[in-house]
């Protein structure tokens, strides 16, 4: 086999044999094919796209070329969840103790973020005394006796797409709908997942923009795990605005809890109950989602979603007592309102120049090697459609520095408040399962 007629054959529109691509995703991995041989396959790849059967071997390839997680040794079906990515999305914080408590076994090993806010460990971690280094075999222990554990990255995973998706990059083949989806893909089947719940985002604040590419990217990754023998589903969610108030670490924290006693904002909470029931499904816990979600809301209303949320927090070294005692989470030196200049209705609440606003703060981080400020953040009052009157605060901002007139500008810019009234925005647009096509 040679690399160029596998190119060549891909440039003409050519469909490539799963020996084919296991062959150059071995040779990218290895090194002996060169970056710049990669980089045109992946141009001819974003022209031409690929098959189904094509991106689903494209996807075991990455898998194969790591480490896989093992996690045979915990009892029941592993659901995981993954978001296609947002500003200020709390879900992972709340799915997790909600689905644990009705026996949906969470085994999650997550990363710290880069962006907005920090990622799922980054928000746990604001939690003192919480921490993710544990043994493999305490994390798989853990998982069995309470139903969920966090572990940090550990092992090699699907070092092809890492390096795969660093070279496209800096080559303008990120959007590529074959190449997003199997690099999704690759790393939540190599975390040992056997069922599948995507909530793919759509709009301003969202990786896809358009309605049509995020369905299209739903389809194409639901098929991959259908095919590859994880049950996938996708849930099309709205990220044109923030995903409940809360942006930033800490903020976040209390916002999941407000969320699992079942005072948290309604949005956060009916999307949770909407991924949440589609996985207590596949880990068939319950013969639909309507049963499923009224298992998840009895377990928010008898205070069991939250019991499991302490047990998980104290298990891995953390402090319980902040789910009854939320100003025990760190807590930023300045609060400062940021008032309605008029009367109105929220027109618009750009998703992605918030968050900026809150990495602007030290919620996030902008690169690698930055330090985050777990305090710190923007919890919003308002979503679109909202009315609001002159002098309201429209957010608030949680600041360990005195003078945040940048944070303040850049909230304005990004919070449109009109004279006429403005319709409240969908929140799900529609679920993709594997006999959407
Ligand atoms: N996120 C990923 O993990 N991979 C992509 O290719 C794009 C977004
Ligand atoms: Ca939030």
């Known amino acids: 086999m040679r690399t160029v007629d596998l190119i060549a054959k891909k440039r003409d529109g050519g469909e490539l044999f ?30 031409r796209g690929m098959t189904p059967r094509e991106r689903a071997d494209l996807t075991m390839a990455m898998v194969d070329s790591g480490d896989k997680i093992d996690l ?26 909600l689905v644990a408590s009705v026996g949906v076994p969470v085994a999650k090993m997550s990363g710290r973020g880069l962006g907005h806010t920090g990622g799922t460990i980054d928000k746990l971690e604001s939690v003192p005394g919480f921490h993710v280094e544990i043994s493999n075999e305490q994390f ?3 998982v069995n006796t309470n139903g969920l554990a966090v572990i940090g990255q550990s092992g090699d995973l699907t070092p092809a797409d890492k390096k795969l998706y660093a070279l496209r990059d800096v080559t303008a083949t990120v959007e590529s709908i074959p190449l997003i989806a199997s690099s999704i893909m690759s790393k939540k089947i190599a975390a040992g997942a056997d069922a599948i719940v995507l909530d793919v985002k759509t709009g301003d604040g969202a ?25 996938t589903i996708a849930v099309i969610s709205d990220m044109s605005q923030p995903l409940g108030f809360a942006i930033g670490n800490a903020l976040e924290v209390k916002e999941a809890i407000d969320t ?6 309604a949005d956060l909470y009916e999307l949770s109950l909407t991924l949440g029931s589609h996985m207590v499904v596949l880990a ?3 013969d639909n989602v309507e049963s499923a979600r009224k298992l998840l809301e009895e377990s928010v209303a008898s205070g069991k979603a939250l019991e499991t949320f302490k047990t998980f927090l104290a298990a891995q070294g953390g402090d319980a007592s902040v789910v009854d005692h939320p100003e ?24 992605e120049r918030i968050g900026t606003a809150a990495m602007m703060l030290g919620a996030g981080r902008a690169t690698k090697e930055s330090e985050i400020d777990l305090a710190v953040g923007i919890v919003l009052h308002k979503k679109v459609g909202d009315r609001v009157a002159k002098g309201e605060p429209l957010a608030t901002i949680h600041a360990n ?37």
């Open 140 to 142: 798989l222990e853990l």
């Open 401 to 437: 520095r005195q003078q945040v007139d940048d944070v303040m500008e850049s909230l304005y810019g990004s919070i449109a408040v009109g004279a006429e009234p403005v319709e409240a925005l969908p929140l799900v647009y529609g679920v993709v399962d594997g006999s959407s096509d």
């Open 72 to 97: 045979s040794g915990v009892s029941g079906v592993k659901v995981d969840k993954h978001s296609t990515g947002g500003v200020g999305d709390t879900t992972t914080l709340v799915l997790a103790p």
């Open 207 to 231: 990786f896809m923009k358009e309605m049509e590419d995020t369905r299209e990217l739903a389809r194409a990754m639901v098929d991959i795990g259908n095919r590859v023998g994880r049950r």
């Open 328 to 351: 025990r989470l760190p807590t930023a030196a300045y609060v400062i309102q940021v008032p309605a200049l008029s009367d109105g209705y929220i027109a618009g609440l750009a998703a």
């Open 18 to 47: 799963s020996e084919e691509i296991s062959f150059l995703i071995r040779g990218y991995t290895d090194g002996t094919i060169p970056d710049y041989q990669m980089s045109a396959l992946a141009m001819a790849v974003l022209f």
């Open 260 to 265: 699992l006693r079942g005072e948290g904002p």
């Open 284 to 286: 068939g816990k319950a």
